[in-house]
């Protein structure tokens, strides 16, 4: 997914999924589905520099990546935990979230890359196998954040 600033970054932020009519030929996509609705839409495949270049004149600033590969874009495999502060979690409660789910990982037997998100938080992704459905990662997902660890990972 695209988060665009069509009008400058001092304006209205987008996010937009679709590729729009016009792009050019070029540009590799991939057809995702959004059971919720029952809608498809192109999204973007960022392979090559040309792509980032065509979404930077487009007002793209952050890349939102899909956690699937494209071959198969049903089957996850990866999980991202997010973190941020906010008005009863401040950022050193973040950190600390970020250390304890280190710990947990750890006990997995899973490896977390954490990166500072575009706002003002923390994304750890996690590599998953790519043999359980959203709706079960997200299940998974829902355990780890209760405390509760999902034991198939």
């Not at 495949?45 to 979404?55: D, K």
């Not at 071959?71 to 502060?85: F, G, N, Q």
């Not at 590599?127 to 990662?137: A, E, L, M, S, W």
């Amino acid at each position: 997914m695209l988060h665009r600033f069509p009008k400058g970054l001092a304006g209205d932020k987008v996010h937009q999924k679709r590729i729009p009519g016009g792009a050019p030929p070029w540009l590799e996509t991939v057809q995702l589905h959004f059971p919720r609705w029952n809608r498809t839409a192109d999204e973007l495949c960022v392979t090559e520099l040309a792509s980032v270049i065509w979404a930077v004149q487009m007002s793209t600033v952050e890349f939102h990546p899909w956690n699937s590969r494209r071959a198969d874009t049903e089957s996850p495999d990866e999980w991202r935990i997010d973190l941020d502060p906010g008005p009863e979690c401040d950022w050193e409660t973040v950190q600390r979230v970020a250390h304890i789910s280190h710990e947990v990982l750890d006990e997995l037997g899973a490896v977390g890359f954490p990166k500072t998100s575009g706002g003002s938080g923390i994304h750890i992704y996690v590599r998953i196998k790519p043999d359980h459905g959203f709706r079960d990662v997200r299940r998974g997902a829902l355990a780890f954040a209760r405390g509760r660890t999902p034991s198939r990972w």
